[in-house]
Structures are given as C-alpha cells and as structure tokens.
C-alpha cells in the first residue's frame, strides 16, 4: 500500500512540475486531437468474417480475414466436442486443434520468393 502512495505522490509531482515548466515558458496547450470518422475504410479489417454452413449433419464455420481461410470450427450433431481446423501454410495445410491448449503450430509463411 505504500508503494501505491508513493507512486501516485510521484506521479502528482510530475504533473505538477511539468505545468510550472509550461507556465514559465508560456506554452499552450493544444487543442485535443479529433478521432476518425465512424465511416473510415482502411484495408485492415479488424474482425473475422463469419460463413456458417451445413456439410452432412456437421455445422461448419469459416473464418476469413480480408478474403482468405484461415480457420475452420467443425460442430459435430448430438452435441459432440467441437474442433477446429487451423491453416498451417499457404500450401493448405491444416492443423487440427481440438484441446483447450493452443496447438503447437510453426509459421511456414513465404516472405520473399527469388
């Protein structure tokens, strides 16, 4: 708890002493910046799109980053576990996942061709 004191005592100072410094050097503040606008499009998406699909009695969603597989959730009828399929490489192969730790997966991404 002390040490939370101290930090905050700290923290207060420094505010303090950088408006004295601002003050003697007849600085301003500016003005606070605006945020983009809601309607901004960019090429980076910031959330996976979603297919769900019907193939036999097995329910299967696609997640797809600007356009490109990249993961598969296998539902099987009945209620059994779930699974997913995790993109290993460009060349399609996948990598089955179907425990609550991460699967062991090696990047094998191509960053420059000759």
Excluded: C, H
């Amino acid at each position: 708890m002390k040490i939370q004191n101290l930090i905050k005592a700290f923290l207060l100072a420094t505010v303090f002493m950088s408006l004295n410094v601002m003050a003697e050097k007849n600085l301003e503040l500016l003005e606070e910046v605006k945020p983009p606008p809601k309607n901004f499009e960019s090429d980076i998406v910031d959330e996976p799109q979603i297919t769900i699909t019907k193939k036999g009695a097995d329910t299967v969603e696609e997640y797809r980053i600007n356009g490109e597989l990249y993961m598969m959730k296998v539902t099987p009828p009945a209620g059994g576990p779930s699974y997913y399929l995790l993109k290993e490489d460009q060349d399609g192969g996948w990598a089955k996942y179907d425990g609550p730790s991460q699967p062991l997966t090696v990047p094998k991404w191509v960053i420059f061709r000759f």
